[in-house]
């Protein structure tokens, strides 16, 4: 069964910079897009950064230039690189996958900025 695993998430003061894992399992991952949603206290779920198979990146406007989306097909793992964070990435961050018409959702990681 398809199942995703996040990890390094954390606190980080204003300014600084955490890297998300999400280990993938379960299906052919080198064919799928691969996305990171977040959801902040009182808030919608939110896209955070989007990649293709082919290493295509969309990035919501709020994280532009501030996060870096990237996937490694040997070890069937995603990531997310955050740097410059600000108190208003204060989430919890999913890993997210659409196979099938059905979506699949790992744990969340939670990630607090603050000083």
């Known amino acids: 069964q398809v199942q995703l695993v996040e990890s390094g998430g954390g606190l980080v003061q204003p300014g600084g910079s955490l890297r998300l894992s999400c280990a993938a399992s379960?299906?052919?991952?080198?064919?799928?897009?691969m996305n990171w949603y977040r959801r902040a206290p009182g808030k919608e779920r939110e896209l955070v950064a989007r990649?293709?198979?082919?290493?295509?990146?969309t990035y919501a406007d709020s994280v532009k230039g501030r996060f870096t989306i990237s996937r490694d097909n040997n070890k069937n793992t995603v990531y997310l690189q955050m740097n410059s964070l600000k108190p208003e990435d204060t989430a919890v961050y999913y890993c997210?996958?659409?196979?099938?018409?059905?979506?699949?959702w790992g744990q969340g990681a939670q990630v607090t900025v603050s000083s």
């Open positions: 379960g299906f052919n991952f080198d064919n799928y897009p």
């Open positions: 990649i293709t198979p082919a290493r295509t990146t």
């Open positions: 997210n996958v659409l196979r099938l018409s059905t979506d699949y």
